[in-house]
């Protein structure tokens, strides 16, 4: 290729790649906001003594036995529309939405992957995984502390989201690790 065509080629290259780069600039800015990918590892006791008929202060809550839940959920785009109703279909689950370990049993009994996932972080995510007898295991993260990095988790087994199994219900507090988290270098 002779000097002239250089030129000409490099000249008639340049508002394409001025046009690419803005395109992709503003590409960037109109991505929607991503939730980071998080792991929570928590420590769960089983509620002996709850009662719906009270409110009660968390020291009043007793507990017979201890374990661990660890739940990662994945980094997805932030929710800019109402989460779907109850009664409404369930919006996709992102697949890698999953408990990672158990060694406790917690939610033992469920027939696989979560069906529903209402990622509100950091107020809030609800989380069902179904079982036999049109019965769900549901999730509840809530009180996230960014600063501390902490969340708690109440766990329980479900005919809806106001019908609780007291019996087979769980609480505890969580650590919350953020994989997107940069190191300093």
Known sequence: M???TKRMTGRALAPLLLFLASAGS??????PARLPDRVLTCQLGHATNLDPLKQQDRSEITFDRFGELVL????IATRTTP????TEPADPVDPRTRIVADPSGVTSGTL???????????????????????LSKLLIVSDVDAAKE???????TAADLATFDLKNTYLGSCS??????????
Do not use: C, H
Not at 83 to 86: C, E, R
Not at 176 to 182: H, S
């Open 2 to 4: 002779n000097d002239s």
């Open 26 to 31: 503003s590409l960037a800015a109109d991505a």
């Open 72 to 75: 990662r959920l994945p980094p």
């Open 83 to 86: 989460p779907p109703d109850a």
């Open 112 to 134: 696989g992957r979560f069906d529903r996932v209402i990622d509100l972080w950091p107020e809030r995510v609800e989380l069902t995984m179904p079982m036999d007898g049109g």
């Open 150 to 156: 902490t969340a708690q988790l109440f766990v329980t």
């Open 176 to 185: 919350v690790r953020l994989a997107d988290k940069r190191k300093p270098a």
